[in-house]
């Protein structure tokens, strides 16, 4: 019978019982290896208030009997690091977005003002530019005035001789060609006067916008920055031409 090979002359054999111990030390961490450590200085915030019956409360999150107040968040050293404001009520949160969309609103506005007030400065470098801009804006709607007006004297005076033709006709019955004629003129008065009620209404909104131009226009030449607001006290800018 053959006696077994002592190990230190199987050199293969050797080998594969060194790896599988190996493996089985790797596998034996003891568990403080196993547990990744914590990063240095890591830990949880500490919040703190003081609750409405004076009692000073601490947690690892928001406290609930502190919502209504403000919270300190503390780091590890006690100090406080920053402030939780309080939870607000849906009438405090209503009132809150209403005052931020107020403050967005003037802000928009005021960077409107910015940006006509430069506009208004690149067109009119001086007052007498504005003034004849002004009328050049009226010139046409008053040719339009002056027409309608001609207009409106023509039909007055045929009105007259209409009614003088009516006159003359005595207890008689008015002519179906005259009572059309007067229908007409009747008629053609009441248009062209609408049309010239229209026609100053524009004229008025047109010296309206160059009032108003021209009087930011003195201040901004006289110095008061784009966008500046005016003091209703103040007073106003001179506006010779």
Known sequence: ???PTPMSFRPGLAR???VAAGSVAGLLVSPAQAVTPAKEGASAPIYSCVDANGRRLSSDRPIPECL???????GKDGTVRKKVPPLLSPEQQSQKDAERAAQARAQAARMEQVRND???LSRYPTLAAHDQARQRALESTQKAI???QVRIAQLET???VLANERANQGFKAVPENLKMRTNANDGSLEAQRTLLHSMEAERARINLQYDN???RLALLLAGLPPGAQVDAGAPAAPTSR
Do not use: K, W, Y
Request: hydrophobic share 40%.
């Open 1 to 3: 019978m053959a006696r």
């Open 158 to 160: 045929e009105r007259v």
């Open 146 to 148: 002056d027409t309608i």
């Open 118 to 120: 430069r506009l208004l």
């Open 16 to 18: 594969s019982v060194a």
């Open 68 to 74: 209504s107040q403000e919270q300190n968040v503390l």
């Open 213 to 215: 131009e021209r009087q």
